[in-house]
């Protein structure tokens, strides 16, 4: 809808039709988690624009309950169906952006009745009446029901996540704040594994101080049930739930572009130039099921998170308008709140990763003040940097800190500097805003980075 919406802003004569197989369009799928907690009363609320608003104020002929079931690239033509049957539309250029889809591990009983995923409004909707129904029966379990609800003066029946990344600690959050026993199962040794070791340690102790039980080094094999889940099953032990969610990451969905002779890149997602076209020129593809470059790396990689769907959309709008635009390169960089905590994540953390690309990466974190040392109600920001020993270059950070006191808008300005390609000296030269409500005089930032520029 980005695309769309340029593309006719920029040249208001230009027919752009909009195929949607669902109802819903322009949503922010990022704030489900916060719906299902109850923080937003309603999904309409989480909705940009409305389809009507598009059809009558963008002049954009948005067709929902539309599939496209073909692309011909040879006569153009793309085929959808809808109730009535197959219709058939003609383009000059095409942008495919249909998304990804949340991946199904391979675990027994993973489609029995109460296993939820969470990758569209519906699965939003059917989480947040589970949540509303166990309220409303009033399924309340006594206090030593579990290790998760020791301190709680009530807690609904246990429920299960498995997946510590971003959406399994954020429904953590959303599940444990209707009181919810929550059990948390991670395959690796930490959660958030794309973030520091340092932030990933802060959130765990975090999440444990939430009564939220996470097992690490876990790996699931069955969710075991009559019909419906009623326990998860590891090679250790059996945790008996009523709910499971599964948020073990996402796929990119490429079958109908691959079926019209679309190439996928090594990361299996649509391959692209930088102007976001494909091999078969006037087919261009962005958002959840394209790859897109990375900025320190100059490799092709795979990160489906909203800004970069919405920039290169808009980028690819503006080109089909006849004016030729590069969405940009991506850095990677992604937040996160779990309950009283922030974190973000820029750039390149892991040492592999950064070695392969010919780096030599040394890491470093320290915690700092987030505010002025007399200023009341302070905490403390941990910042981790990653640099190139041998040119100083930054390739990448992660912060954490209380919620509200800095983490995630720190980060910003290390994003500047892994895009630029900045050393970690001209990174401790950079000119922060400061006043003590907000900072130190030295920044963590500037701390961190002076660190590991006299360790290097």
């Known amino acids: 809808m980005s695309a769309a919406s340029k593309a006719k802003r920029d040249d208001p004569d230009l027919d752009v039709v909009v195929f949607e197989k669902g109802q819903w369009v322009s949503y922010g799928a990022c704030g489900l988690p916060y719906y299902i907690k109850g923080e937003i009363q309603s999904l309409d609320d989480l909705v940009s624009v409305t389809p009507e608003e598009f059809c009558e104020e963008r ?28 219709v058939t539309q003609a383009y000059d250029a095409l942008l495919v952006a249909t998304g990804s889809v949340a991946v199904t591990p391979p675990i027994e009983g993973v489609d029995r009745e109460g296993v939820y995923t969470l990758g569209s ?14 309220r409303s029966d009033g399924n309340l379990q ?102 499971v969610l599964v948020g073990t990451g996402v796929r990119p969905r490429t079958d109908l572009a691959e079926a019209a002779g679309v ?27 394209a790859e897109a470059e990375h900025v320190v790396t100059g490799e092709a990689v795979y990160v489906p998170l909203a800004l970069t769907a919405n920039r290169h959309g808009r ?57 002025a040392g007399y200023y009341p109600d302070g905490g403390t920001v941990t910042v981790t940097l990653t640099v190139d020993r041998p040119s100083g270059r930054v390739l990448g950070g992660s912060l954490v800190s209380e919620y509200g006191e800095g983490a995630v808008h720190r980060s910003h300005a290390i994003v500047g500097a892994v895009t630029e390609g900045l050393t970690v000296s001209e990174l401790s030269n950079y000119d922060l805003a400061y006043a003590p409500p907000f900072n130190t005089t030295w920044d963590p930032i500037l701390t961190a980075a002076k660190v590991i520029d006299g360790r290097r």
Do not use: W
């Open 59 to 86: 002049d954009i002929d948005l067709r929902t309950g539309h599939e496209v079931v073909d692309i011909d690239p040879d006569d153009a033509v793309v085929t959808a169906r809808n109730d009535d049957g197959d």
């Open 121 to 134: 409004m519906s699965d939003g909707k059917e989480l947040r009446e589970y949540v509303a129904r166990a």
């Open 142 to 243: 006594q206090p030593d029901r579990g290790p998760a609800c020791q301190f709680l003066e009530t807690c609904h029946g246990p429920v299960g996540i498995v997946g510590g990344g971003y959406i399994g600690v954020e429904m953590a959050e959303a599940l444990a704040a209707n009181d919810f026993e929550v059990h948390l199962f991670q395959r690796g040794g930490r959660v958030l594994k794309p973030f520091s070791e340092a932030t990933s340690e802060a959130v765990l102790d975090h999440l444990a101080g939430q009564n939220v039980a996470v097992s690490l080094d876990t790996e699931v094999r069955e969710l075991d049930g009559d019909g419906a889940v009623e326990a998860v099953v590891t090679a250790d032990t059996r945790v008996p739930v009523e709910m």
């Open 263 to 289: 190439e996928l890149g090594e990361t299996g997602a649509i391959a692209t130039d930088a102007s976001r076209e494909t091999n078969l020129p006037g087919v261009y593809a962005a958002g959840d099921c």
């Open 315 to 371: 980028a690819i709008g503006r080109t089909v308008a006849g004016r030729p635009t590069d969405g940009g390169g991506v850095a990677g960089t992604a937040a996160v709140k779990a309950f009283e905590m922030e974190a973000a994540r820029t750039g390149i953390l892991d040492h592999d990763v950064a070695r392969d690309a010919g780096f030599e990466p040394i890491t470093e974190s320290i915690e700092a003040k987030s505010r």
